[in-house]
């Protein structure tokens, strides 16, 4: 580390909010505590799908202790939101849309008498058939959810690049697959909590909870309220996880409290139990995708036909974003001159699905990896090389035509560091060998005929391979822009601030650290401060892994500025050269051809005294990109990220239990700012992907989920993946600070994927249909426990 | 939520008394951890209780202790105590590789062995082991007692047959003389924290290539944990092969689709069932 040019950045510090986090005293959204604050509780309807023809709260209005009850006649502004599209209602009041939907809060300081009074509530409703199969929500007779649409499409994405026809004359191979993955729930150990706090002046509002995005959240408060954005503070608290998952539902629930906490004159909250977290949040989305593929006898890709089907639920929140990223990234990190794609959403009555880490690309990742493998072996290939022949080089082209020239496309670097540090080939060559000539019947008769039975060892070992690229930040979904603010004080101490919230990734850390190096001070030396919407300009969402990439810029245009104006006071103080340059390191100031040396907080001081503003504001707009919405053809993201994963698994061949024994690593973030923090976001990703690919699955019969505590709905715990070897690449960027890029949902995106390319290796079997439970691998089909 | 009185005892006696007065309207908490899950989602099976008992300081139930030819296990044991107790590791050892699988390690802290048994999932884990140990429970009420097979009391899911105003106070096993080769094998959805989706129990003593005699017990496979007597006795001094136990491993399947009838999970299970338990017989022999 000697060489190292840098003093902070790249380094393995502690979080700086580590010690509250593990001693208990961080505050999160629930410890929180307002005098006279009231609980509210949601009245659900256990109908999926119905008319509301009546609601009754005569009798739960007279319950003593109760203050009010709210229902959509209390909504002052826009009863109808979402995040892209105005479709879900703050309170239901005509329609019931699905199991998510609330009809009324009931609101009380005492939550006994709450309890009591959300029974008494009577809704009339006329129920209506129920749409629950996606796969048939475009049919011509189709039940239409939202029926002012005139059809259940929330949104569809065509690509088309080359001539998909003379794609496939020309290939000697084609295959079809069919690949299905199940929504999911984020899991986040915090279920949702919010309080919405009256203000003083009129029609001012301060909510706090655990709130994924707060500038999202106050545009929908303010339009729900129908009071100005400045009128409504959001103050963020701890967030104990979100995953994307802390978006619209909490924006909902903040606009509920609120309308609320207007009535009644006192501070509101919503607290949801598990149960509730699991049944009206939304998931990520079950999709459905037909791949059929052409490739050369050499092993070139010649045509990729892609029809993709995603599951909405009953609103569209955050369906054509995340679709949109799966249409760009279909066809995975490989050239093909021929490209067909179709990606659709549609409205179903199941829960609504949205926004999770890797946002529409762990779906398609799944396909195309596993799409992958099959191919090699149909072509007597290793994976390595069918991905070395059609992989993405340096200026390659994508499926959108967008030439990749404005950073290092490192796909093979990141294969090559993978598979040598895993030996990758070895293992899977010697796997296929020994497991292959078995076979695997799978028995379709109950009793086991001699035969049937096997001697030796359950346990076979498999090892498999997924690599994938990723846009970095929101691409052409919309404006890409943030900002950070740096205040330092005379004694040299720093408050920083990004427009961007801190949801438990490390997103403070990092930015202190981008600062620290840029002045020349530790982190321990910034205060990073509450995340308030009034303190701070709207920086836009923290999703799409774009906090480190376009926040980490703009908290280093801050710091940059604030530390040439201290270097222009220096140049004066000491009378030298305008050129000259300085150096900030440890605390001091330096000026190294003629030994002028000054400590930091000194040079503050005297910066204080002199009347120079050590304040200042960072912004970063990200550079143009464009999208074609006709033909999806443009330049998407302004810059990539590549990875690789291998897992290897040992599957008992009885039981069809999978365990995930080592997984290795290698991701290109760029260069990495914060390595203990890019060490537990591939760790985390790594488990979380595993849990996709062997054990997570929201169960939805007729739109209802079965599966709403974490004793029914399973993720993987601590003993359910083994090793996590983790690797970096780092290809500095030119856009983002000190060369850095995107990590948070690559390291989740391609886990699911290497598993199930792994188990093949184990069972000389293929599977298509995500999670692989036990009983998928058993008897290739998914059995479910149906709730009576 | 529904409101319940409690009542925390830390003597057997005084506990025995509130049973006998109010057994009927009583339900025991030993550890909680299946109890306090009920009263959570307001289970039906609560309705009629009015109280509950709260026996799990009771330290006369809390000792495990070799005495004469037999050991006996109170029920307030949990099964961080039954897992790290020297004669349970060298006696009972499939009853340590039960219980040290149970949930995760604070369910361990707290969930007891005797809360296991009377609350009577088919799933669970520490049953299986106790009856191929031939184990017996002591049942005692103000003035009374009997002592009765294990196997006895299991009636249904979540159904014992102890009657109102007693309580199960200790389990008493045999000490088992050490020739037994033994196996547990627990098969969950993963593997930590996890609910059997099947698990088993097997003592097996041989004589040369013959089977002197042998014990197997079933978790989470029939309506309650169960021992194959019948199955067993056909068994014994039986020449062991491969296709003995692949004969074995049917017959149980066919047992179990006897009683069970075909159920959601059957195509998973059954299969499963017979190959793993072929395996683990040929890994004992």
């Known amino acids: ?788 | 939520m529904k409101k319940h009185s409690f009542h925390k005892f830390t003597e057997l006696r005084p506990a025995l008394e509130f049973m006998e007065k109010n057994g009927a309207q009583s339900k025991i908490i030993a550890g909680g951890t299946d109890m306090l899950v009920d009263i959570r989602k307001g289970a039906s099976k609560l309705d009629p209780v009015k109280h509950i008992v709260d026996i799990h300081d009771i330290q006369e139930l809390r000792n495990i202790e070799i005495k004469g030819n037999v050991c006996r296990i109170g029920a307030c044991c949990t099964f961080k105590e039954i897992g790290i107790n020297e004669d349970v590791r060298s006696y009972y050892p499939v009853l340590k590789m039960a219980v040290d699988r149970i949930g995760s390690p604070q369910i361990r802290n707290v969930a007891t062995i005797g809360g296991n048994i009377c609350n009577l999932a088919a799933c669970a884990d520490s049953i299986a082991p106790l009856l191929v140990y031939d184990a017996q429970v002591r049942l005692c009420s103000v003035g009374d007692e009997r002592i009765v097979p294990l196997e006895n009391i299991l009636i249904k899911p979540y159904k014992t047959d102890i009657h109102p105003d007693e309580m199960l106070t200790e389990i008493i096993l045999p000490i088992p003389d050490k020739d037994w080769k033994y196996c547990f094998y627990k098969l969950g959805r993963r593997s930590g924290v996890s609910i059997s989706r099947l698990s088993y129990a097997i003592l097996l003593k041989t004589n040369k290539d013959k089977i002197e005699d042998i014990h197997f017990a079933f978790g989470a496979l029939f309506s309650v944990p169960k021992r194959l007597l019948d199955l067993e006795q056909e068994l014994r001094h039986q020449t062991i092969s491969a296709d003995l136990w692949k004969d074995v491993s049917r017959k149980v399947a066919q047992k179990i689709i006897e009683e069970t009838g075909i159920r959601w999970s059957t195509p998973y299970k059954i299969p499963t069932l017979q190959q793993l338990f072929f395996t683990s017989l040929m890994d004992l022999t």
């Open chain 1, 1 to 788: 580390m000697l060489n190292d040019k840098y003093k902070v950045i790249g380094k393995k510090l502690p979080r700086t909010d580590a010690y509250e986090k593990v001693t208990g005293r961080a505050q999160y959204a629930a410890d929180i505590s307002f005098p006279g604050m009231c609980f509210a509780a949601q009245k659900k309807i256990t109908v999926p799908h119905g008319m509301i023809k009546n609601i009754d709260i005569s009798q739960a209005d007279k319950v003593a202790g109760v203050e009010a009850i709210i229902t959509h006649k209390d909504v002052p502004g826009n009863n109808i939101t979402g995040v892209i599209k105005y479709d879900q209602p703050v309170f239901s009041f005509d329609k019931i849309y699905c199991p998510a939907d609330v009809v009324a809060l009931v609101v009380g300081e005492d939550k006994e008498a709450v309890r009591k009074a959300l029974t008494l509530i009577k809704i009339e409703v006329e129920e209506l058939p129920v749409l629950s199969d996606y796969t048939h929500a475009l049919d011509n007779d189709a039940l239409l959810i939202h029926p002012e649409n005139k059809s259940n499409l929330i949104n569809h994405y065509p690509l088309r690049k080359g001539n998909i026809e003379k794609g496939f004359q020309e290939s000697d191979f084609i295959i079809e697959r069919t690949y299905t993955t199940p929504a999911i729930e984020h899991a986040y150990i915090e279920p949702e909590c919010i309080t919405a706090v009256p203000d003083f002046r009129k029609d001012v509002y301060k909510i706090y909870g655990s709130v994924q995005n707060p500038f999202t959240c106050r545009r929908i408060v303010a339009q729900v309220m129908k009071v100005p954005l400045a009128n409504i503070h959001i103050i963020q608290n701890e967030l104990g996880g979100s995953f994307g998952g802390k978006d619209d539902i909490m924006d909902i629930l903040a606009a509920r409290a609120c309308v609320a906490c207007k009535k009644i004159g006192k501070p509101v909250r919503i607290q949801l139990s598990r149960e509730e977290s699991i049944i009206e949040s939304y998931k990520r989305h079950p999709y459905s995708m037909r791949y059929k593929v052409g490739i050369s006898h050499k092993g070139i890709l010649k045509a990729m036909k892609i029809d993709i089907l995603a599951d909405g639920g009953a609103y569209a929140s955050m369906s054509p974003f995340v679709t949109w990223r799966s249409v760009v990234q279909a066809t995975g990190p490989y050239e093909v001159k021929n490209v067909h794609t179709d990606v659709r959403a549609v409205y179903t009555n199941n829960p609504y699905t949205g926004a999770m880490r890797g946002f529409g690309s762990p779906q398609i990742i799944f396909a195309q990896e596993s799409l992958m493998d099959e191919l090699a072996d149909k072509l007597h290939m290793s994976p390595i090389e069918i991905r070395r022949i059609n992989g993405y080089k340096q200026d390659s082209e994508t499926a959108s035509g967008q030439i990749l020239s404005n950073h290092v496309v490192s796909l093979n670097q990141v294969i090559d560091k993978a598979t040598k540090e895993s030996d990758f080939e070895k293992k899977y060559e010697t796997y296929k060998a020994k497991y292959s000539v078995e076979g695997n019947s799978h028995s379709v008769n109950l009793i086991l005929n001699d035969n049937q039975f096997s001697a030796g060892s359950n346990i076979k070992e498999g090892i498999g391979l997924a690599c994938s690229f990723r846009g970095c930040s929101l691409g052409a979904e919309g404006i890409d822009a943030t900002g950070a603010l740096i205040s330092i004080q005379k004694d040299g101490s720093v408050y920083l601030i990004s427009g961007l919230a801190e949801n438990g990734q490390g997103l403070r850390m990092t930015f202190s650290m981008v600062a620290a190096e840029v002045l020349g001070i530790s982190p321990d030396d910034i205060y990073y401060l509450e995340q308030d919407t009034s303190r701070v300009a709207d920086g836009g969402p923290t999703v799409a892994s774009r906090s480190t990439l376009m926040g980490g810029e703009a908290v280093k245009a801050a710091a940059d500025t604030v530390r040439n104006r201290i270097e222009k006071m220096l140049i004066d103080e000491w009378n030298l050269d305008e050129e000259a340059t300085f150096n900030f390191a440890d605390h001091y100031i330096s000026h190294n051809e003629t030994g002028h040396r000054i400590t930091f907080s000194e040079a503050c001081n005297t910066a204080y005294l002199s009347g120079v503003n050590l304040n200042a504001y960072g912004w970063f707009k990200a550079p143009e990109v464009d999208w074609n919405e006709e033909i999806g053809q443009g330049p998407a993201y302004f810059t990539y990220v590549y990875g690789c994963q291998i897992a290897e698994v040992e599957v008992n061949a009885a039981s069809c239990k999978i365990f995930v024994k080592r997984v290795t690593a290698v991701h290109d973030a760029g260069k990495i700012i914060n390595r203990l923090g890019a060490l537990g976001q591939i760790y985390g990703g790594v488990s979380m992907g595993a849990g996709y690919g062997i054990m997570e699955e929201v169960i939805v019969k007729n739109a209802e989920i079965q599966n709403i505590n974490f004793d029914e709905y399973l993720i993987p715990t601590s003993v359910d993946v083994g090793g996590i070897r983790a690797f970096f690449v780092e290809n500095p960027d030119r856009f983002g600070p000190f060369g850095a890029k995107s990590l948070g949902e690559p390291t989740l995106e391609i886990t699911a994927a290497a598993i199930n390319n792994a188990v093949a290796n184990a069972l000389s079997k293929r599977f298509y249909h995500l999670p692989l439970d036990l009983e998928q691998i058993k008897t290739g089909k998914t059995l479910y426990q149906i709730k009576k």
